[in-house]
T-cell receptor, first 115, second 117 residues
Framework: AQSVTQPDIHITVSEGASLELRCNYS??????LFWYVQSPGQGLQLLLK??????LVQGIKGFEAEFKRSQSSFNLRKPSVHWSDAAEYFC?????????????FGTGTKLQVIP | EPEVTQTPSHQVTQMGQEVILRCVPI?????FYWYRQILGQKVEFLVS????????KSEIFDDQFSVERPDGSNFTLKIRSTKLEDSAMYFC???????????????FGSGTQLSVL
């Protein structure tokens, strides 16, 4: 069965600093990979996804993620964090067949941004 | 960007009571989902719905749960007799396609926080 681990429950960064949120997955083959963000009072919003091809994926709001097969990782990065990035971030994995009912989410990483 | 609307945002109920969580999906979506997140745990899939019937459900979605799309607009999740462990944030979601695609994505509502006392 597939699984996702987000080892950091809570991260605090200063505004303007760089950010990396970790995500490791367990799956027998190359899965589909996603990062979602949940701002307070809002639903989950897709930041980016990896299906195939270039392992460095660009997303919305200046985020990017890199798929590293050898490390079973899909870490999310942003070079300069803005206060509005404070939110909860979820990594998710899914097999290539089956649709969204087969998506497994991580437990999330809460990002706090300090001035 | 179009939005999925969920009401209410918070619902408090007594154990054993019935609750109905409501969702208005995006109008041109065809596939609908309910997920839940118990505090501190993962977002979990509950059920998927297409063409007016359940297409798949998880182990969590037992006989106490039901879904319907009564009027082609609203998409509801009913819990017949709530238990303490049903306390969670419930998310409705929808998409135009039932499979992953480069140009499609899952749209989530902002959730209903259900507290069972």
């Amino acid at each position: 069965a597939q699984s996702v681990t987000q080892p950091d429950i809570h991260i605090t960064v200063s505004e303007g600093a760089s950010l990396e949120l970790r995500c490791n997955y367990s799956y027998g083959a190359t899965p589909y990979l996603f990062w979602y963000v949940q701002s307070p009072g809002q639903g989950l919003q897709l930041l980016l996804k990896y299906f195939s091809g270039d392992t460095l994926v660009q997303g919305i709001k200046g985020f990017e993620a890199e798929f590293k097969r050898s490390q079973s990782s899909f870490n999310l990065r942003k070079p300069s964090v803005h206060w509005s990035d404070a939110a909860e971030y979820f990594c998710a994995v899914a097999p290539h067949s089956g649709g969204y009912q087969k998506v497994t989410f991580g437990t999330g990483t809460k990002l706090q941004v300090i001035p | 960007e179009p939005e999925v609307t969920q009401t209410p945002s918070h619902q408090v109920t007594q154990m054993g009571q019935e609750v109905i969580l409501r969702c208005v999906p995006i109008s041109n979506h065809l596939y609908f989902y309910w997920y839940r997140q118990i505090l501190g745990q993962k977002v979990e899939f509950l059920v998927s719905f297409y063409n007016n019937e359940i297409s798949e459900k998880s182990e969590i979605f037992d006989d106490q749960f039901s879904v319907e799309r009564p009027d082609g607009s609203n998409f509801t999740l009913k819990i017949r007799s709530t238990k303490l462990e049903d306390s969670a944030m419930y998310f409705c979601a929808g998409t135009g396609q039932g499979v992953f695609g480069t140009n499609e994505k899952l749209f989530f509502g902002s959730g209903t926080q259900l507290s069972v006392l």
